[in-house]
């Protein structure tokens, strides 16, 4: 009987002994070839090679997102540390794609989302340390490759269109005003260029900016503090048995003056969709001896029901 065991052993022994060397060096080209077409066509280390010293940290991050932006991408910070007393540890910013890595779950019981995510573990990696004579700081880079193609525009980009801190104070100064959202983002357009921002990250910001002023308390409770604060006439009812607001009426000292000496001819109307909380708001209007119009009062009212227009009036 033959031992097959031996057989094969045999006929790797008539192989030349290149075989073995060969066919290693093979199956590395043909990783390195599946790797390559998987990234993107083109190579961007030349992009990012440079030999100039940057004097901070932020103008070397700086430079590198301008340079990824005219290309189509963005580049966000993946890891940072600083030198201390403790060993081993040493002064550099680890950047890259912000579409490298893995999603991971903020929580552990959140269902995955249905739209995907935009992680895709993208291995472009760009490192920066500080030069030997802590002078300056020099940029290496670890890998030029996407394997993703990269954006024509990033307006709408919710990294690239974030507002800087200065245009958050423009926001803060610009919406104490009264100024409309899109003329926000007009004078954003006219103050640079290569702005990206849209109208939606504007509302998303000036909500932000209202909600740190509320701080805990609700929109109403709000609404009920402010017009004490400015001295506003007001009062409000509750559903039976219950501590929910349920109508809410309010007007200014001035409109009542004004509602005292024009008292012939008033408008009132309801208007829908003005709050969270679906509740319609009911103005009256009057009209002075020449005819212009002034707002005589304002009111939440849960229904259009006759005994909520008789509480208000």
């Known amino acids: 009987m033959l031992d097959y065991r031996w057989l094969k052993l045999s006929k790797m022994d008539d192989l030349p002994l290149n ?14 070839s599946s790797f390559r077409n998987k990234m993107s066509d083109e190579d961007y280390t030349n992009n990012f ?27 966000v910070t993946i890891r940072s540390d600083k ?41 472009f990696k760009l490192r920066g340390k500080p030069i030997s004579n802590g002078d300056g700081w020099m940029l290496k880079v670890m890998c030029g490759y996407h394997n993703h193609d990269v954006s024509h525009t990033l307006v709408g980009h919710p990294f690239a269109g974030r507002l ?10 610009m919406s104490k005003s009264q100024v409309k959202p899109a003329n926000f983002l007009l004078t954003l357009k006219e103050n640079s ?50 501590e929910v607001v349920s109508d809410l009426f309010w007007t200014h000292p001035d409109s009542v003056k004004l509602l005292n000496a024009f008292n012939i001819v008033f408008l009132m109307d309801t208007t829908y969709k003005t709050n969270k909380y679906q509740l319609p708001l009911l103005e009256i209007v009057g009209v002075t001896s020449t005819g212009l119009t002034f707002s005589a009062m304002f009111a939440f009212i849960s229904s259009e029901r006759e005994s909520n227009f008789t509480w208000a009036l």
């Not at 940290?57 to 189509?72: K, N």
């Open 49 to 75: 090679t440079t030999n100039h010293i940057f004097s901070t940290r932020d103008e070397l991050i700086q430079w590198i997102r301008g340079i990824a932006f005219h290309l189509g991408f963005v580049v």
């Open 19 to 32: 075989f073995m060397d060969s066919q290693v060096n093979s199956s590395f080209i043909s990783d390195f």
């Open 164 to 173: 800087k801190s200065s245009e958050q104070s423009l926001l803060v100064d």
């Open 193 to 242: 260029e290569c702005n990206v921002t849209t109208i939606k990250q504007i509302y998303n910001a000036r909500y932000t900016y209202k909600r740190s002023l509320r701080g805990s308390r609700t929109e109403l409770q709000h609404l009920m503090m402010l017009l004490d604060c400015d001295n506003y006439i007001h009062w409000s009812r509750c559903l039976e048995e219950s």
């Open 83 to 123: 030198a201390t007393d403790q060993p081993g540890r040493k002064t550099y910013v680890l950047l890259g794609c912000e579409r490298g890595g893995k999603y991971r779950k903020y929580k552990s019981d959140v269902q995955p989302s249905v739209s995907g995510t935009r992680k895709c573990d993208c291995p």
